[in-house]
């Protein structure tokens, strides 16, 4: 059974750093495409970062420079770190998988197969 768990949300302060993590089972991460995906309240939910089987990755422009996505395949996880964290980067963030080679889009994350049940962000004073 295909489940995705993520952990490592809580309440940061502006400029702060969290470490989102998203535990595969299931299936192995290093043959799927992996992604990250916000939603904030009211509003559409939008691609922040993917990265395919063979490494590749996609940032959203609002985002380049301050998160990094990884895959650590022993621990069959992916991470998102995020830096420089602004208010405006509250929202709950979802993992989702696809396997390689099929359509998805990192802006929408449309097309992705399977999905977490999200960890709640929230950046404020």
Do not use: H
């Amino acid at each position: 059974q295909v489940q995705l768990v993520e952990s490592g949300g809580g309440l940061v302060q502006p400029g702060g750093s969290l470490r989102l993590s998203c535990a595969a089972s299931g299936f192995t991460v290093n043959y799927y495409a992996m992604g990250w995906f916000r939603q904030a309240p009211g509003k559409e939910r939008e691609g922040v970062s993917c990265i395919r089987a063979d490494g590749s990755t996609y940032y959203a422009d609002s985002v380049k420079g301050r998160f990094t996505i990884s895959r650590y395949n022993a621990k069959n996880t992916v991470y998102l770190q995020t830096n420089s964290l602004k208010p405006e980067d509250t929202a709950v963030y979802y993992c989702a998988a696809i396997p390689a080679g099929k359509y998805y889009s990192c802006r929408t994350g449309d097309g992705m197969n399977y999905w977490g049940k999200g960890t709640l962000v929230t950046v404020s004073s």
